[in-house]
């Protein structure tokens, strides 16, 4: 949507009477239904003038086109401002610039992300050529006319108050600014050089108004690009039931399309293939031109699972197809063809980083899709927040008028194949009784450490063969390190212990990362995720005392957003409490030890707690034990005299 055009002429002499910010605060408000706030009107007023020399520098054809703030479908995101035409070849073009009322900026080691003052505080945000280049790959990729008028996007970033060029401009961020080149106080002259470069005649062929107007389609270049990035990768090949729910969805999407609105509720434990195939519907469904996204409510899933298709740690184009839970708030109904729900268990009821934001995020993600698809753990939900279970899906599913399907994804990938593993990790956390109250028979590498330094050694002497090795732990120590290497959060001295939570250099990629093993994750970094080996350090939020498992949110650290809202549940009831997050603390830990695929080693803070799990691998010894560690488990140690 746009909110002002007009031609470049028009614009200018807005601009010359002083009424463009006046003028743009109208179009907003007729538009998009509302107001805005007062810093923005400013920096309307401010930038247009600095936009309005670049033009008039450049003597930019009168009939050129321009338009303000265009509302990008499918997303929130805002393009400050376009510039359309022709270039010399008579190709149509339409320039974004994305603009920027800051006076410095510093460089950070993230891939396309900078540091700088805005919302009243130093934050981390995108850079702006990375910003400018992705929303003109977003029209690109999905506006079916701008892909059949042939219309060339071309994206930069202007940062009209910026003089200082070295962090901003750091060769580090070489790649995004060869996509958007980034132009500063002292270049408008270079600025406007490039501008009549690729805007050299008037608009002739109503360019706006196909952006405008255009019809959602993904791009073949999307649909052919995404394909060739998933042939040949075999960690997202499907097999047995994968196979059965891919088909399925791919059914329900057609019928979607063309009768009535479908959800697919898909169930699977841990290593079942859910994310697998997941990402293979992203493909084909973009391929068969559906207009699809990849939804988690965890970053950490979207960049890792983004990262392993595209085959880099650098953001790419496709980042645009994998979007967080809370995307959806004000999205019309049936915008989206499909939207593939990851980890969907982990869903909120409310959106915003203040959760202050629409209804229900299952409610929102039904009404704007035809077909939405969840995956789901019922066993995999660590916040007090998290509402995604199976029967908050048949819930809004009936509520709506939605035809529901139902599934499950039986086959074990993960923990070497071993539905027992699982089965065991539930009953010796006492999450649930299950027949496997041993490991004997079991083909997985589960062991228990005395030391957590021994641990940490083994962890990092796996990691050596496939970077598929990581230490996380329990999230019982506060993240005092999150920008500081030297500061190491998680400390057991009595072991001469101490490892740093992973620093936020690496983000949502630090189970990927490739030195960050010398760092420890928590549930928040792994969840969604698999590794090779995982080593676990289980903090005192459970502890094991007289073969009772018992859990304590008290010591989880304050910061620790999971159990948010517990004190006070604890002072108006604490039975209610501790009954709301007990299932929290077992399931996390549930889910921590079920990362690894060939192995789980782990190392108990409380010590009657790590003899606990040391007696299952003591029985796991099978025909190789000793009369008196069968004895040990079989008969367990009677209660010492009062």
Known sequence: ?????????????????????????DAFALRLGHRTSKSEIESWKNSMQYMNNALVAGDLPEDAGVAIEYQIPLTSKRVD????????????????????????????????????????????????????????????????????????????????NCLEPSPVKSSFYSEHMARA????????????????????????????????????????????????????????????????????????????????????????????????????????????QFVTHYVSRNAAPRAVYESNLAGTFSRTHITNLFKGSGAYVNTSPNTMDVLIVDEAHRLNEKSGFYQNQGDNQIKEIIRASRLSIFFLDQDQRVTLKDIGGREEVRRWATQLGVDLTELKLESQFRC?????????????????????????????????FDSPKDLRQKITQLNQERNKARMVAGYCWDWKGKKDPDIKDVALPEHDFAMRWNLDTDGSLWIVAPESVSEIGCIHTCQGLELDY???????????????????????SSQDRSI???????????????????????????????RGQKGCYIFCVDKETNEYFKKYVDYSAGENATEDQWRKVAEPDPPEDN
């Open 534 to 556: 995982v080593g676990v350090v289980i903090g005192e939020d459970l502890v094991v005392r007289d073969g009772q498992v018992i859990t304590d949110a008290n010591k989880r």
């Open 1 to 25: 949507m746009l909110v002002y055009s007009a031609t470049r002429a028009e614009f200018t002499q807005d601009v010359f009477s002083n009424q463009i910010e006046q003028k743009i605060l």
């Open 564 to 594: 948010r809202g517990f004190k006070s549940m604890y002072k108006q009831n604490p039975k209610e409490a501790h009954a709301a997050t007990d299932p929290i603390i077992k399931n996390t830990y549930r889910t921590l030890m079920t």
């Open 416 to 448: 070497n194949g071993s539905d027992g593993y699982l089965s065991w990790i539930n009953n010796t956390l006492q999450i649930e009784a299950t027949a496997n109250e041993t490991l004997a028979g079991i083909e997985y590498d589960f062991q228990v």
């Open 181 to 288: 080149p980034v132009f500063l106080r002292d270049d408008v002259e270079r600025l406007s050089d490039f501008l009549k470069k690729h805007v050299k005649y008037g608009d002739t062929s109503r360019i706006l108004y196909k952006i405008d107007h255009g019809r959602l389609r993904p791009s073949k270049n999307l649909a052919d690009h995404l394909s060739s990035l998933l042939q040949g990768n075999r960690e997202f090949e499907m097999i047995d039931d994968q196979k059965v729910v891919y088909e399925t969805a791919m059914e329900l999407a057609a019928r979607a399309k063309s009768n009535r609105k479908q959800v697919l509720l898909v169930e699977g434990g841990p290593g079942t293939g859910k994310s697998v195939v997941a990402i293979n519907l992203l493909v084909e469904l973009t391929q068969r």
């Open 81 to 160: 401002f376009i510039l359309s035409g022709a270039d010399e070849s008579r190709r149509d073009t339409a320039i974004i610039v994305e603009l920027k009322q800051w006076s410095e900026v510093a460089e950070t080691g993230k891939d396309a992300i900078v540091e700088t003052f805005v919302g009243g505080a130093v934050r981390q945000v995108t850079h702006p050529s990375y910003q400018a280049w992705t929303y003109a790959a977003l029209i690109r990729d999905f506006n079916a006319d701008v892909q059949d008028g042939n219309i060339a996007i071309r994206p930069c970033a202007y940062l009209h």
